[in-house]
């Protein structure tokens, strides 16, 4: 890749999406439309996908718009239509272990991995799979305690994201129902042996971190699971390691990323120094051994609600 090829768009994109092309807010760099774009040919030339929309992520982009708003870094791209769009989306916040810390802060992310139990995100060609709604809990609204469900977005990766299914990457709401206490429910079905149902309140976390998944806000969450309901589509999620690891060398070097013929997202780029990749190698067992040194504590007991 040219540093010209990095940040302008090619010849054969079409002229209305050339327009949202860039990398101001709301826009999408050119190296990430032009993998996106790609995949998604390739995934309709294979017979895999016959939906005309196709999606692409930026990671690299901060938490936060110039507006305060959350920040635009995942794109919902529909040529059929002439159909672009840029919304909030979260990335894997990571952890900070005795051996390794790759945590990552709440407004750029600096740290990418494919190891299972690491909580980061990991870029590549992803296909959007079946879904699976589950119950979380109950919570008020209303003044009635209602049941809540959070539907999940499966994603099936390529190449070293080949796990993503092992790690249950996919997508999903930005939000969890936070457990409070339980009370008495015995006809419902989510009762358990005691007849006692979680209660709680709903966090909402649009655009900041998760555990490795990508998140969308209530709306897109439902316009994105609706569009892809047995009819999939691809996913190109930028950085891959191998972006990862050439910004750092540019970085260790003295250089901007534009100048080795690589892309970063200039603010994110000045707040985190250089990003890392951590491979699935030499993390695994990292994480395998601080889950073996976890004290082992019996199953915590929710308090019983007072009203």
């Keep these: 890749m040219s540093p010209a090829w990095a940040n302008q768009p090619s010849d054969d994109i079409p002229k209305w999406l050339q327009r949202h092309v860039g990398t101001e807010d709301g826009k999408i760099a050119p190296v990430v439309l032009e993998r996106a774009r790609a995949l998604h040919q390739r995934k309709t030339a294979e017979g895999t996908t016959r939906n005309s929309c196709y999606f692409a992520k930026d990671a690299t982009r901060p938490s936060t718009g110039p507006d305060g708003k959350p920040g635009r870094r995942f794109y919902i791209i529909c040529e059929g239509r002439k159909s672009f769009r840029a919304v909030s989306s979260g990335y894997g916040n990571g952890r900070k272990l005795p051996r390794a810390n790759f945590a990552n802060g709440r407004e750029c992310a600096q740290h990418f991995s494919n190891a299972e139990g690491s909580k980061l995100s990991a870029g590549g060609a992803y296909m959007t ?156 067992p990292i994480i395998n051994q601080w889950r073996r040194s976890l004290p082992k504590h019996p199953p915590r007991e929710l308090p019983i609600c007072r009203s």
């Design 129 to 284: 799979a079946e879904t699976r709604t589950s119950f979380k809990g109950f919570l008020k609204q209303s003044g009635k305690r209602i049941p809540f469900y959070r539907t999940f977005l499966l994603f099936d990766g390529e190449g070293e994201i080949s796990n993503a299914r092992e790690r249950a990457i996919g997508g999903h709401q930005a939000v969890f129902l936070k457990w409070q206490c339980r009370y008495k429910n015995a006809s419902s079905r989510h009762a358990d042996t005691a007849g006692f149902v979680p209660f709680g309140r709903l966090v909402d976390y649009t655009s900041g971190r998760s555990n490795g998944c990508t998140t969308w806000s209530e709306e897109v969450s439902r316009e994105i699971i609706a569009m892809v309901e047995g009819n999939p589509t691809s996913l190109y999620f930028y950085p891959e390691s191998g972006d990862i690891e050439a910004v750092a060398r540019a970085v260790k070097k003295g250089k901007s990323p534009a100048q080795s013929g690589t892309y970063w997202n200039a603010q994110c780029l000045n707040e985190i120094g250089a990003p890392k990749f951590w491979h699935k190698k030499k993390l695994q």
